[in-house]
């Protein structure tokens, strides 16, 4: 009896049942997400810096502050303040082999507004020990920034333009967040000495910042 009954259980135990193949659709992984935005406010200050410029190199900080209006999508304004500086282009222009002043303008402010779509949110391993949390986002929206002419008029120049980006939060353990971003601001310049079309200038202020900002309900 004994014998019968462990060669039944043997037998039982190599059947298999065999369901066909899994689509990639069928699978499907459920995990809640750690670090919720939705219907939360964040808020921080970001050190940037303009380096493309043909003619200039400006340092500036954002004060930024927006609206998680779900997961994925949230809005958000921010003043930014800095001072172009001539770049070695500029002073080569100006030195003795040339002597001209480019009709450049140095960055002093801006005020902006963007809407934010964050489609991923993932996990890292930091030293194969530690786990960070990030989302991957891009931006669309508006600025008006002003500057000053180099030029001995230093003739002050209000622009609108159009802002896009991309961007990723970092978020800590500490409830803290780290933004990296590069966003360019695509500025509709009046400048009547070089205008290119119908009296505007199209100048590209593209900026990589890294930020810390807070989470707040």
């Known amino acids: 009896m004994l014998s019968l009954l462990l060669l039944t259980q043997s037998a039982q135990a190599a059947e298999t049942i065999d369901i066909g193949t899994l689509k990639n659709t069928e699978i499907k992984v459920v995990q809640k997400i750690l670090y919720t935005k939705k219907g939360k406010t964040e808020y921080g200050a970001h050190l940037g810096l303009m380096p493309f410029d043909a003619y200039t190199i400006t340092p500036k900080i ?16 921010g003043l930014g303040l800095g001072y172009g500086l001539k770049n070695s282009t500029f002073s080569e222009l100006e030195g003795p082999s040339y002597g001209i002043t480019p009709d450049a303008y140095r960055y002093l402010s801006s005020i902006h507004a963007s809407a934010q779509y ?18 991957i986002y891009a931006l669309g929206g508006a600025t008006l920034a002003v ?20 961007g990723a939060r970092v978020f ?26 119908q009296g505007f200038y199209i100048k590209q202020n593209a900026t990589l910042s890294v930020g810390y900002t807070l989470l707040r309900k």
């Open 147 to 166: 500057e000053q002419a180099f030029m001995a008029d230093e003739a002050i120049s209000i622009a609108p333009g159009v802002s896009i980006g991309l």
């Open 172 to 197: 800590l353990p500490s409830g803290g967040i780290i933004r990296i971003q590069l966003r360019d601001d695509i500025l509709f310049q009046g400048r009547p000495k070089t205008a290119a079309v």
């Open 118 to 135: 964050s489609p991923i949110y993932a996990k890292m391993t930091w030293d194969g020990s530690n786990i960070l949390h990030h989302d």
């Open 62 to 77: 954002d004060l930024t502050y927006g609206q998680h209006l779900s997961e994925e999508l949230m809005w958000e304004g």
